[in-house]
């Protein structure tokens, strides 16, 4: 394995660590996000869709940014660890690998909720966060397809160059 990859691996690392704190930080800490004060009770959702339904149904009484924030933040906030996972790891990462760590870390930051009643533990989080890690990988993949592809032809370039010569 090249020293340039293993290199961009340790980056991920640091850059995966760097994001988890930041997760964590604004989940749990940020005031930005309504965390000042913690509920009385233990707050959950356990019936899927009924959070992704409710925002859609009153997406008009809500604020915009409310309403973006549920319904795509988690997708976008969990996109990196679908990208950034097999840049990391120096051997193949599937796919069901990544939806399993994914869904696992998704599943800390909601039980941390739950049990510090600083957010509401629900299901529908669960789905979209293990999604947004899914499309992380899914675009890594056509990036990774993308400079292979680049590299092949500009290798061939190289090779076709030097026989003319």
């Known amino acids: 394995m090249n020293e340039s990859r293993k290199r961009l691996g340790s980056l991920s690392r640091l850059i995966l660590i760097l994001y988890g704190c930041v997760v964590i930080y604004f989940v749990l800490f940020s005031d930005r996000l309504g965390r000042v004060d913690g509920y009385s009770t233990y707050r959950y959702n356990l019936v899927p869709f009924e959070e992704i339904r409710r925002f859609i149904i009153y997406r008009n009484y ?7 924030l549920n319904l795509f933040g988690n997708l976008l ?3 990196p660890i679908g990208f950034l996972v097999p840049i ?3 051997e193949k990462t599937g796919c069901i690998r990544i939806i399993i760590y994914t ?21 529908d989080d669960l789905m979209m ?14 990036i990774r397809f993308i400079y292979h592809k680049w590299k092949a032809d500009h290798k061939k370039k190289e090779e076709k160059g030097k026989a003319e010569i």
Not at 62 to 68: H, K, Q, R, T
Not at 103 to 123: A, M, N, P, R, Y
Not at 129 to 142: A, E, P, Q
């Open 62 to 68: 809500v604020s915009i940014e409310a309403f973006l």
């Open 103 to 123: 869904f696992l870390f998704s599943l800390c930051i909601e039980t941390l909720q739950l049990v510090t009643k600083v957010g509401v533990f629900d299901v």
């Open 129 to 142: 966060n293990t999604f947004g890690g899914l499309l992380g990988w899914i675009s890594y993949c056509i």
């Open 88 to 90: 990391w790891r120096l």
């Open 77 to 79: 906030v969990f996109f």
